[in-house]
């Protein structure tokens, strides 16, 4: 097989893993705005893809070029080694997604790509600069959105406590469209880069760096410059997008109602305001945020503010262990995809 042929397909298997993850994280988007009932489940995945995909217009692509060559030496990179890290990513998301476990797509796609690149050069080819702010937002993403989360419900529950509850509970449900536009918003522009990101990096080891650089200096977004090719950047909010749309209901559950049963319109509009607000900050600060983390984080608030007995702590504790294991399980299964793509396949490229 000719080597262009082979990047051509691992582009398409980018944009694959690009699908599982608006798929896999669909629950993200909509469980609340689902379990508050302010939408169908048609509706609301139709509402989350649309802004998913206007998404690609608003923001900049600091976080693709964070994943492409602030993580990874790009000398250790090579068309095995994105292979590889694909490899890891979709297979991480298949396997958490039958287990029904709302885990991070975006780490799952950075450890496999580092358990690739360690398979292949060594632990000299992990930039430490790099993965230091990845992984204190790893730690920081859930508290800062707890945080939002309780404060933003206990705000508005001090200003709504004199209302009419029906009345509350209506506003509230329109304002839910808008929170949960917002938060899909911030989905879309974060998590579509991170694909953005390993199709550069790709086309820079295959050695057609040119075909993923924005023509015309870029064009200037809300956060920052479109730096990277616009066919790159539309296909993948399309394939996530797309992705949203298929769904992910067995995950939806478990954000939506087993964190914290009950949740009604004023929790959900806190939740998605805080999880939007924590996504936003990590995208303009160019860090590849896990928008599971964040929506976790905030729906913990919101069950909070009615006292530790509304949240189901248990399932807390369930996503975090599955948090953690993500790294390691992600990169092994992206080292063993190196190793797939390097002996079985490397042979019959040319």
């Given at each position: 097989?000719?080597?262009?042929?082979?990047?051509?397909?691992?582009?398409?298997?980018?944009?694959?893993?690009?699908?599982?993850?608006g798929f896999h994280d669909a629950a993200n988007s909509v469980a609340t705005v689902v379990t508050t009932r302010v939408l169908s489940p048609l509706q609301a995945v139709l509402w989350a893809a649309f802004f998913n995909f206007v998404a690609a217009f608003l923001f900049g692509t600091g976080v693709a070029q964070t994943i492409s060559n602030k993580l990874i030496d790009p000398k250790a990179v090579d068309v095995y080694v994105i292979c590889g890290g694909l490899i890891g990513a979709i297979v991480w998301d298949i396997i958490t997604w039958l287990m029904a476990l709302p885990t991070s797509s975006s780490h799952a796609i950075i450890s496999g790509y580092a358990g690739a690149a360690i398979a292949k050069a060594g632990w000299s080819s992990i930039l430490i600069k790099g993965w230091i702010p990845v992984i204190v937002f790893l730690i920081i993403s859930p508290v800062i959105g707890m945080i939002l989360g309780w404060g933003i419900m206990t705000g508005l529950s001090w200003l709504t406590r004199h209302s009419n509850r029906d009345k509350t509970e209506k506003r509230f449900r329109h304002l839910q469209l808008l929170s949960a536009?917002?938060?899909?918003?911030?989905?879309?522009?974060?998590?579509?880069?991170?694909?953005?990101?390993?199709i550069v990096a790709?086309?820079?080891?295959?050695?057609?760096?040119?075909?993923?650089?924005?023509?015309?200096?870029?064009?200037?977004?809300?956060?920052?410059?479109h730096e990277i090719a616009w066919w790159i950047i539309l296909s993948c909010h399309a394939a996530m997008a797309l992705g949203t749309m298929a769904g992910g209901w067995r995950i939806v559950k478990t954000i939506g109602s087993r964190i914290t049963p009950h949740l009604r319109p004023l929790g959900g509009f806190s939740a998605e305001m805080a999880a939007a607000t924590t996504i936003g900050f990590a995208t303009i600060a160019k860090v590849p945020i896990s928008t599971t983390h964040a929506i976790g984080g905030a729906v913990l608030g919101v069950g909070a503010t009615r006292g530790p007995h509304a949240v189901r702590w248990i399932w807390g504790e369930k996503i975090v262990v599955a948090w953690i294991v993500t790294f390691p399980g992600a990169a092994l299964i992206g080292a063993a995809g190196y190793a797939l793509a390097h002996f079985a396949i490397q042979p019959f490229i040319h």
């Open positions: 097989m000719p080597m262009l042929y082979f990047v051509f397909l691992l582009v398409a298997i980018a944009l694959v893993f690009d699908f599982f993850n536009g917002l938060y899909s918003l911030g989905h879309g522009t974060n998590d579509a880069q991170k694909t953005m990101g390993i790709l086309l820079a080891a295959a050695g057609h760096e040119q075909w993923g650089k924005a023509t015309h200096n870029g064009f200037q977004g809300l956060a920052g410059k």
